[in-house]
């Protein structure tokens, strides 16, 4: 099983910062703290300090500029810092499909809740195989985060050969990037270009592994930039998506590997392609350097990604909201809502205003909002133009986090982030229409033990945890939060009182 993800299927080949509004629509499917490796993953300036300057990014313009014969350049030089990845993923074992792992045959004597003997035996592990870069010599590599969700066991297969064993130092979900390591030493490595600079029309090269095949480079051009393909809010709490958008093949295995410039400088990783069936058909999807290289720069200093946020809900100025709204721009982003505790509204920021410029640069969508937002941490200071009735006015705004939660809640935000999942209470009324005295409805599946190891939907009402009944949402946390190993879940659909069962471990 290759790691990809299809739009009917887009795939991912194998995501808002702003806690920004806006949706696109498509069909798309994916495919101890180290030292910092700052000094290693690029030769100019971090993006997370400033912007980077243009020396690579034209570099590499003035490169296409004379459109060579050959790429041979920057093929020989990305292939050998491309590796292959499998992953041997935890196996999927949940009481709804009548596989009851060992733990919990005390619930039921061994046997089915529905009556049928359950399975002996190990269950077979499956796998998944993408592509990774190496960004670093002493063996740090950048790849996709669904490429290593979900693993048990990494294995990465150099361009030599040599296969290592790897461990996961962080990943973010929210841009699809995570960052693994190897134990060696002198590796060949890429260095991260300017993405920012990159132009459309642009020579560009897909370097991976698809279809486990190695070292395979295509060819293409950069077809589109700032692309938002609407596929990474399945795992993630706040996607980030300003994707760029090449016509290089690139098919399932390929997650995780680069998109390089004619210097071969990285200023890519592919994600993601446009299929109807599943394979590569036209066009294709990288997370660009400047989100990749502050993940994975924050990933080695920090341990976890220090976003900053502007607290806005914003939506794409087009001619029905400029003629709705009686706007005096008709390109930008407008301001539609904002947060608890809003930086960009404690700045002056208001409601209906229109953000046309980031740190001088120009804002026509939500994408290149999120990707402007997305290099940034809490306390760092941003330029933002906004066009309120016709007047441009400069406002600096200084990014927040995510507040922080209190000494008490932060065990049962732990637990709850590692389930991936909402909980409310029932009202008196719902109580009635199920026919159950208390319980606690899931009424949000995000990125966890939950979504990966069963399948769980959104409305399941819990009623009992480890055969402990559940009167609310609030004791429903309580009492997970202080589970170790298997837990059982039970409860119900609305509307069928047939009870399911769920085995997770904590």
């Given at each position: 099983m290759t790691t990809t993800r299809n739009f009917r299927k887009i795939a991912a080949v194998a995501f808002a910062s702003a806690l920004l509004g806006g949706t696109s629509y498509a069909t798309y499917e994916h495919f101890g703290k180290p030292d910092t490796i700052s000094t290693w993953v690029n030769n100019a300036t971090p993006f997370v300090k400033a912007r980077l300057d243009a020396r690579s990014g034209a570099a590499a313009n003035g490169a296409t500029a004379m459109i060579p014969a050959d790429f041979s350049f920057a093929s020989k030089k990305a292939t050998a810092a491309v590796v292959h990845i499998?992953?041997?993923?935890?196996?999927?074992?949940?009481?709804?499909?009548?596989?009851?792992?060992?733990?919990?045959?005390?619930?039921?004597?061994?046997?089915?809740?529905?009556?049928?003997?359950?399975?002996?035996?190990?269950?077979?592990?499956?796998?998944?195989?993408?592509?990774?870069?190496?960004?670093?010599?002493?063996?740090?590599?950048v790849t996709n985060n669904h490429v290593i969700q979900g693993a048990e066991t990494l294995e990465v297969t150099l361009a030599d050969k040599h296969t290592y064993k790897a461990k996961v130092i962080g990943s973010d979900p929210n841009t699809d990037i995570a960052l693994i390591k190897i134990d060696a030493k002198n590796l060949p490595a890429l260095s991260f270009g300017n993405s920012e600079n990159v132009e459309v029309g642009q020579w560009v090269l897909a370097v991976g592994n698809p279809y486990n095949l190695t070292s395979t480079v295509t060819a293409g051009i950069v077809s589109a930039k700032g692309r938002s393909i609407n596929i990474l809010g399945e795992n993630a709490k706040a996607p980030i998506e300003s994707f760029i958008q090449t016509d290089a093949a690139v098919n399932p295995g390929n997650s995780g590997g680069a998109l390089v410039d004619l210097n071969g400088n990285l200023i890519g990783i592919n994600t993601a392609i446009a299929s109807q069936t599943g394979s590569f058909a036209g066009y294709s999807f990288a997370v660009p350097s400047s989100i990749a290289h502050k993940v994975v720069e924050d990933i080695s200093k920090f341990g976890s990604v220090q976003r900053g946020y502007l607290g806005v809900g914003i939506s794409e100025v087009d001619a029905a909201k400029v003629k709705s709204f009686d706007l005096k721009v008709d390109e930008g982003v407008r301001v539609e809502n904002f947060a608890d505790e809003s930086a960009a509204k404690e700045a002056g920021i208001k409601i209906g205003d229109v953000i046309t410029k980031i740190d001088g640069h120009d804002i026509t969508s939500v994408p290149q909002l999120q990707e402007a937002i997305a290099q940034h941490k809490p306390s760092d200071k941003v330029s933002v133009n906004v066009n309120r009735d016709g007047v441009e006015k400069v406002v600096s705004v200084t990014l927040k986090g995510i507040s922080e939660p209190s000494v008490a809640d932060r065990s049962s935000s732990a637990v709850m982030e590692q389930l991936g999942i909402e909980l409310k209470d029932l009202t008196n009324q719902q109580k009635k229409e199920y026919g159950i005295g208390s319980g606690a409805q899931v009424t949000a599946i995000n990125a966890g033990k939950i979504r990966q190891g069963t399948d769980m939907e959104e409305g399941f009402v819990i009623t009992k945890i480890d055969k402990t009944p559940v009167a609310n949402a609030r004791e429903a946390v309580k009492m997970l939060q202080g589970k170790k190993g298997g837990v059982m879940i039970e409860g119900l659909y609305p509307g069928n009182d047939e009870t399911q069962y769920f085995a997770i471990g904590l």
């Open positions: 499998k992953s041997t993923l935890k196996p999927e074992r949940t009481v709804s499909q009548m596989q009851i792992p060992e733990e919990f045959r005390d619930f039921f004597g061994g046997r089915s809740p529905f009556g049928q003997q359950a399975p002996e035996g190990k269950m077979e592990k499956p796998q998944a195989t993408g592509s990774g870069v190496i960004i670093n010599p002493d063996g740090y590599i």
